[in-house]
Nanobody
Protein backbone atom coordinates (compact mmCIF):
# COMPACT_ATOMS: atom_id res chain seq x y z
CA UNK A 1 0.00 0.00 0.00
CA UNK A 2 1.05 3.57 -0.72
CA UNK A 3 -0.36 6.55 1.15
CA UNK A 4 -0.31 10.04 -0.33
CA UNK A 5 -0.75 13.24 1.66
CA UNK A 6 -1.02 16.46 -0.27
CA UNK A 7 -0.95 20.06 0.90
CA UNK A 8 -0.56 23.61 -0.29
CA UNK A 9 -3.81 24.51 -1.96
CA UNK A 10 -5.72 27.70 -1.30
CA UNK A 11 -7.17 30.88 -2.70
CA UNK A 12 -5.04 33.20 -4.80
CA UNK A 13 -5.62 36.07 -7.17
CA UNK A 14 -4.98 35.70 -10.87
CA UNK A 15 -1.29 36.08 -11.61
CA UNK A 16 -0.32 34.73 -8.23
CA UNK A 17 1.55 31.60 -7.23
CA UNK A 18 0.99 28.50 -5.15
CA UNK A 19 3.11 25.48 -4.35
CA UNK A 20 1.61 22.05 -3.85
CA UNK A 21 3.40 19.22 -2.05
CA UNK A 22 2.62 15.53 -1.84
CA UNK A 23 4.43 13.02 0.30
CA UNK A 24 4.22 9.31 -0.38
CA UNK A 25 4.73 6.70 2.30
CA UNK A 26 4.48 2.96 2.54
CA UNK A 27 5.88 0.41 0.10
CA UNK A 28 7.44 2.77 -2.43
CA UNK A 29 8.94 1.13 -5.49
CA UNK A 30 12.23 2.51 -6.78
CA UNK A 31 10.87 2.99 -10.30
CA UNK A 32 7.72 5.05 -10.16
CA UNK A 33 6.03 8.16 -11.40
CA UNK A 34 4.37 10.82 -9.31
CA UNK A 35 2.28 13.66 -10.51
CA UNK A 36 -0.69 15.93 -10.27
CA UNK A 37 -4.09 15.75 -11.88
CA UNK A 38 -6.95 18.19 -11.50
CA UNK A 39 -10.70 18.14 -11.78
CA UNK A 40 -12.81 21.23 -12.22
CA UNK A 41 -16.58 21.18 -11.54
CA UNK A 42 -18.42 19.43 -14.35
CA UNK A 43 -15.22 18.32 -16.06
CA UNK A 44 -13.20 15.15 -16.22
CA UNK A 45 -10.01 14.70 -14.26
CA UNK A 46 -7.02 15.70 -16.37
CA UNK A 47 -3.28 15.39 -16.17
CA UNK A 48 -1.43 18.50 -15.03
CA UNK A 49 2.14 17.26 -14.73
CA UNK A 50 4.02 14.07 -14.01
CA UNK A 51 7.61 13.22 -13.12
CA UNK A 52 9.33 9.86 -13.04
CA UNK A 53 11.82 8.72 -10.43
CA UNK A 54 14.45 9.28 -13.13
CA UNK A 55 13.42 12.90 -13.53
CA UNK A 56 11.54 12.82 -16.83
CA UNK A 57 8.61 15.20 -16.92
CA UNK A 58 5.45 15.71 -18.90
CA UNK A 59 3.09 18.68 -18.73
CA UNK A 60 -0.36 19.52 -20.00
CA UNK A 61 -0.13 22.10 -22.76
CA UNK A 62 -2.28 24.47 -20.72
CA UNK A 63 0.32 24.74 -17.93
CA UNK A 64 3.59 24.61 -19.86
CA UNK A 65 5.79 27.56 -19.00
CA UNK A 66 3.78 28.35 -15.86
CA UNK A 67 3.95 25.22 -13.73
CA UNK A 68 7.04 23.28 -12.67
CA UNK A 69 7.01 19.79 -11.21
CA UNK A 70 9.90 18.49 -9.15
CA UNK A 71 10.59 15.74 -6.66
CA UNK A 72 12.82 14.75 -3.80
CA UNK A 73 13.35 11.02 -4.08
CA UNK A 74 14.92 10.80 -0.63
CA UNK A 75 11.69 12.15 0.84
CA UNK A 76 9.34 10.50 -1.67
CA UNK A 77 7.82 13.92 -2.15
CA UNK A 78 6.64 15.66 -5.29
CA UNK A 79 6.12 19.39 -5.66
CA UNK A 80 4.15 21.50 -8.10
CA UNK A 81 5.15 25.15 -8.34
CA UNK A 82 2.31 27.04 -9.99
CA UNK A 83 3.01 30.54 -11.27
CA UNK A 84 0.96 33.01 -13.29
CA UNK A 85 -2.21 31.30 -12.12
CA UNK A 86 -5.39 31.83 -14.11
CA UNK A 87 -9.04 31.46 -13.09
CA UNK A 88 -9.24 28.41 -15.36
CA UNK A 89 -6.69 26.69 -13.13
CA UNK A 90 -9.36 26.51 -10.43
CA UNK A 91 -9.91 22.85 -9.57
CA UNK A 92 -9.31 20.14 -7.03
CA UNK A 93 -5.75 18.93 -7.50
CA UNK A 94 -5.00 15.28 -6.85
CA UNK A 95 -1.61 13.78 -6.24
CA UNK A 96 -0.94 10.49 -8.01
CA UNK A 97 1.60 7.70 -7.52
CA UNK A 98 2.08 4.99 -10.11
CA UNK A 99 4.38 2.01 -10.44
CA UNK A 100 4.25 -1.25 -12.35
CA UNK A 101 1.58 -2.71 -10.13
CA UNK A 102 -0.28 0.12 -8.43
CA UNK A 103 -1.99 3.42 -9.04
CA UNK A 104 -2.80 5.51 -5.95
CA UNK A 105 -4.41 8.88 -5.27
CA UNK A 106 -4.18 11.52 -2.61
CA UNK A 107 -7.21 13.13 -1.02
CA UNK A 108 -7.24 16.22 -3.23
CA UNK A 109 -6.54 19.84 -2.43
CA UNK A 110 -8.60 22.80 -3.62
CA UNK A 111 -6.97 25.52 -5.69
CA UNK A 112 -9.11 28.57 -6.35
CA UNK A 113 -7.91 31.43 -8.54
CA UNK A 114 -9.97 34.60 -8.43
CA UNK A 115 -10.09 37.06 -11.29
Amino acid sequence: QVQLVGSGGGLVMAGGSLRLSCAASGNIFRNNAMGWYRQAPGKQRELVAIITSGGSTNYADSVKGRFTISRDNAKNTVYLQMNSLKPEDTAVYYCNYRDTYRDGWGQGTQVTVSS
